[in-house]
């Protein structure tokens, strides 16, 4: 199971940015004193108690305006909406119960979702009694909170993790590796779960009322069991939004969580744009192993050099994936997809691998004698051990007599020399650095 997904929504200009970067505890949003300065979803993470789950930002809705980009705002909004597990209605207290308040609490209502009314910028006791006025929305009991200050989140996230999905976590079978596709919109991930599968298992579809959530697909091939998660989904009639590039990152990051390996599909004829580095950045933060995967290869002009060059490109945008091997692909064509599952197993192996005690202490001990470690102000680190603490990714833990005089540069020297000792192709690697007690 993903985590659950808590979406802020509102009118325009009541403190939602405010609020959304509270509750992930990060300057993401831009908070601007005028309406619509939110455009799009913005994605976070937030946490209460050791409960983890996934915050929507969205741009303020407003209701029948015929403009261009409010008219986007509200379907990205919408979107948010169909997404969530349980909704943040922001209200402004100054305000008061607006038209606009009145229309989205009808609409909120329709859903059948958990909604948590907040009414915003109470900044002080005195204020509370503007509360009284929102129970006419007919959402429940209001929430006075002040954005600008933090107060009363604690009570509103209290009763949102009320309303998360229950129900244990699903038990994962180790001898199955769960591979997400990810991608945006249009470089193929139906087409490449298809050719994988060997048969038309996804359908991407415009039938009203066709699924939008991921799409698990148990197979197996040459003795190994394998999950395949596709987040291309089908489209429903009507909602040309869902189409744009933000639609993906949702979805991705589920897909991610769910997942051991996951495929980054580059679409080979239109090259690399922004967005393609945003999801694959969710893929390596998340800690899985990665693949890229550049599809429609059949399309592309070729000479000799080619892919030589689509490798450079893909290097020099994507420098935080510098362990992932890189396939091209044509799921149209079938041209090399029999070999994206043996690449597979070979990065689902070294994501689970682990390496004896004494076999890394003794490559940090030569380490650390063909390059010293960094000093400072006559001090020098010195590596007194080092263990391996968790797989998935792989995790080390090197236990020295001052964490602070680690340079990011020794670590990354650190990092290189396991690879080299061990074949982790696909994985990224954590190194912590703890004060030895």
């Known amino acids: 199971m993903g985590l659950p997904v808590v979406a802020i929504v509102g009118r325009p ?36 108690l050791n409960r983890y789950f996934h915050v929507i930002d969205t741009g303020g809705i407003e209701f029948g305006e015929t403009d261009a980009i409010l008219t986007q705002m509200r ?12 909704i943040l209605m922001v209200t ?17 209502n329709r859903t059948g979702k958990p909604i948590v009314l907040i009414v915003n910028k109470i900044d002080n006791p005195d204020m509370r009694a503007d509360i009284y006025d929102f129970y006419t929305l007919g959402l429940g009991d209001p929430f006075p909170v002040s954005g600008s200050h933090g107060l009363g989140l604690g009570d509103v996230l209290e009763e949102v993790v009320k309303h998360f999905p229950g129900g244990e976590e699903e038990e994962r079978d180790d001898d199955v590796i769960r591979i997400a596709i990810i991608g945006r919109p249009n470089v193929g991930k139906s087409s490449l779960t298809n050719a994988i599968l060997g048969e038309e298992r996804v359908i991407v579809s415009d039938v009203a009322g066709t699924t939008r959530d ?11 069991h394998y999950i395949l998660i596709d987040t291309a989904g089908m489209r429903k ?36 744009i922004e967005q393609d580095k ?16 550049v599809n429609k290869w059949d399309a592309v002009e070729k000479d000799d050099k080619t892919m030589l060059r689509f490798t450079e490109l893909i290097r020099e945008e994507f420098k935080y994936l510098d362990y992932a091997p890189i396939l091209f692909v044509s799921a149209k064509t079938k041209q090399r997809i029999h070999t994206i599952l043996p690449k ?26 063909m390059t010293p470690p960094p000093s400072d102000r006559g001090k020098r680190l ?45 994985t990224p690697i954590r190194i912590w650095t703890r004060k030895k007690t």
């Not at 993906?248 to 090259?271: C, F, P, Q, T, Y």
């Not at 010195?382 to 603490?389: D, F």
């Not at 833990?397 to 290189?416: A, G, K, T, W």
């Open 382 to 426: 010195k590596i007194n051990y080092a263990t391996q603490a968790a797989v998935k990714p792989p995790t080390f833990i090197l236990f020295v007599n001052d964490p602070e005089l680690m340079h990011f540069s020794y670590e990354r020297y650190i990092e290189n020399k396991i690879r080299e000792a061990f074949v982790f192709e696909g």
């Open 92 to 108: 402004d207290s100054r305000a008061g119960v607006t038209d606009a308040d009145q229309e989205l609490a009808r609409m909120l």
């Open 13 to 48: 200009n009541v403190g939602k940015s405010t609020i959304f970067n509270r509750l992930v505890g990060e300057r993401i949003a831009i908070v601007e004193d005028k309406p619509g300065v939110t455009r799009d979803r913005l994605y976070g993470k937030g946490e209460w």
């Open 237 to 272: 009639r009507g909602k040309v939004y869902e189409t744009t590039e933000k639609y993906s990152v949702m979805r991705a990051m589920k897909a991610i969580e769910e997942s051991d390996v996951v495929l980054v599909v580059l679409n080979g004829e239109e090259g690399i």
């Open 75 to 86: 379907h990205q909004a919408e979107l948010a909406i169909d997404e969530a597990d349980v």
């Open 344 to 369: 597979v197993n070979q990065v689902a192996e070294a994501h689970s691998m682990r390496v004896s005690t004494s076999v890394l202490n003794d490559l940090i001990t030569d380490a650390t004698i």
């Open 278 to 293: 945003k999801i694959a950045g969710y893929a390596h933060e998340a800690g899985r192993a990665v693949i890229i995967v």
């Open 214 to 224: 991921a799409i698990d697909t148990p197979f197996e091939r040459d003795g190994q």
